[in-house]
């Protein structure tokens, strides 16, 4: 189990009240339709399709992924490919119910080649920024260096930081981890996956994240 300091103030409190309420779903609704007819950057036009969420709308966690790979760009749904599976797995394993977390990206729609496009995610930003202040999730979780910087670009660099909570400057929990496609791709990457995954699981069955409780172990 992981120490670390619990923060009581009233700032931190009145964001746990509004936490849990739902967002409507005609708010919710209004602004996934906003990003799937999206045409604020070049991407909208090689899109197949805009991705925009899975997941409950009041939920405990938020998984952040980078971009919408090959897959995702033709269902339209966030981590349905070889990714994907290792992230359910890993979410199946933290015993998650299916409303109880969300997975999103930072960028909605496939940039070519898979290459990051820190232009377009810019422009994106404010999609992602209104859907975690509908969903107010009690942790956000960056999965792998693009999202973790996008979203705290004061962390220490994601293998430091993977495994570990931490607040960002914004006065978010944050739990980050590798990327997914990490694990995929060596013995070493998926060890250290399944040993963070093993983290994040202790710290949530510690019910840390309800007392706000961030720390380093490591
Ligand atoms: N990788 C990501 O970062 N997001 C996806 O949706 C799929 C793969």
């Known amino acids: 189990m992981r120490k670390g300091l619990a923060d009581g103030s009233a700032a931190a409190r009145a964001r746990s009240a509004r936490r849990r309420a739902s967002p409507s779903y005609s708010e919710w609704e209004s602004l996934s339709s906003e990003i799937r007819r999206c045409q604020l950057c070049p991407l909208g036009r090689t899109r197949t399709h805009a991705v925009v969420y899975r997941g409950g709308l009041s939920p405990r966690i938020v998984f952040v992924g980078e971009a919408p790979g090959r897959e995702e760009d033709l269902r339209g749904i966030p981590f349905v490919g070889r990714s994907g599976r290792r992230l359910d797995a890993a979410i199946a394993c933290l015993g998650l119910g299916e409303k109880e977390f969300g997975v999103l990206n930072v960028l909605k729609c496939r940039p070519p080649h898979n290459r990051f496009n820190a232009a377009a995610a810019r422009t994106c930003r404010p999609y992602l920024d209104r859907q975690l202040d509908l969903l107010r999730p009690q942790v956000l979780v960056p ?14 660099p994601v293998l430091k930081a993977a495994g570990i909570p931490l607040r960002s400057s914004e006065g978010r929990i944050l739990f980050p981890l590798l990327h997914p496609a990490a694990a995929l791709r060596s013995r070493r990457w998926a060890e250290r996956w399944d040993r963070d995954i093993a983290a994040l699981h202790d710290w949530l069955a510690a019910g840390s994240e309800k007392n706000h409780t961030v720390g380093r172990s490591r």
Request: a positive charge.
């Open 143 to 156: 999965l792998g260096r693009t999202a973790l910087r996008a979203i705290a670009p004061n962390a220490p």
